[in-house]
């Protein structure tokens, strides 16, 4: 069991984990996700035991909104298993960044890794996406999932 600076939500039986530089805007990407319907797992600090995150309990439930200030929300109570780990870094642009990354998983947790901009438009969404694609209730055609782009070469329109 260890404590790392992160934050964590969860969408039903998953969770996603933020990881990156203080100040690289995890709370902000996880108050957007629990402003989509996300629980709070843990902001700042989140305890990884295997692949299940929980919260410290000194800071269970809590999550910082800058301009606001800390806010106490409802929170999940016990561990959820880790799916999606997104790590956030500023210098990587939307338009710069991997069309289909390859295959990286989160050495902690065995969950898919992904680098992403905080301030990307659709951050929200791909992270949905991704968790979709975990479930089974989506089907990934290629890049983090290890697998090529399955078209003919030229032909990206699918």
């Given amino acids: 069991m260890t404590i790392i600076h992160a934050s964590c939500a969860a969408l039903g039986p998953q969770a996603v984990l933020l990881t990156g530089a203080p100040g690289s805007g995890k709370s902000d990407v996880l108050l957007r996700l629990l402003d989509a319907g996300f629980d709070l797992v843990a902001d700042d600090r989140v305890i990884l035991d295997g692949a299940c995150a929980s919260a410290p309990p000194e800071i269970a439930g809590m999550i910082e909104a800058r301009g606001l200030g800390l806010l106490r929300v409802p929170h999940r109570t016990s561990p959820v298993r880790v799916a999606l780990h997104v790590e956030l870094q500023g210098a990587l642009a939307p338009e710069h960044g991997p069309r289909l990354p390859p295959l990286t998983l989160h050495e902690p947790t065995g969950a898919w890794s992904i680098r992403m901009n905080p301030g990307r438009p659709g951050l929200v969404a791909v992270i ?31």
């Fill in 128 to 158: 949905r996406a991704a968790l979709k694609c975990r479930r089974g209730e989506w089907t990934l055609l290629a890049g983090v999932n290890g697998a090529d782009w399955p078209f003919p070469s030229g032909d990206e329109s699918g």
